[in-house]
Nanobody, 125 residues
Framework: QLRPVESGGGSVQPGGSLRLSCAAP????????VGWFRQAPGKAREGVVC????????MYDDSVKGRFTASRDNAKKTVYLQMNSLKVEDTGIYYC??????????????????WGQGTQVTVSS
């Protein structure tokens, strides 16, 4: 069973950058589309981006287009989320999750299984 693990969270000032990583120790995400999601306090978990299993296709939420970039290195069995120009409203717990399919279908969280435990991202001055 896939059990993704996220890392790379932290605290930054507005305008700063962070890079999150997602891996599945003991297994591999290579054959699955992977989504990144976030959940702010008191809010529902929302989709940020999906990247296909090959990495050649992505699907972004409008709120992060032009600022966030998803990528993957299947040789390292790791999926990344580069976050630039961070805003206070980007604060939350960030999760990665695997879909059952290779292609990105949606960034609706209900389509994903195999969730990680999350990593905290805090953007504040």
């Amino acid at each position: 069973q896939l059990r993704p693990v996220e890392s790379g969270g932290g605290s930054v000032q507005p305008g700063g950058s962070l890079r999150l990583s997602c891996a599945a120790p003991g297994s591999t995400l290579d054959n699955f589309a992977v989504g990144w999601f976030r959940q702010a306090p008191g809010k529902a978990r929302e989709g940020v981006v999906c990247i296909s299993s090959s990495g050649d296709s992505t699907m972004y939420d409008d709120s992060v287009k032009g600022r966030f970039t998803a990528s993957r290195d299947n040789a390292k069995k790791t999926v990344y989320l580069q976050m630039n120009s961070l805003k206070v409203e980007d604060t939350g717990i960030y999760y990665c999750a695997a879909d059952r399919y290779k292609a990105c279908r949606t960034i609706d969280r209900r389509a994903y299984s195999s969730w990680g435990q999350g990593t905290q991202v805090t953007v504040s001055s």
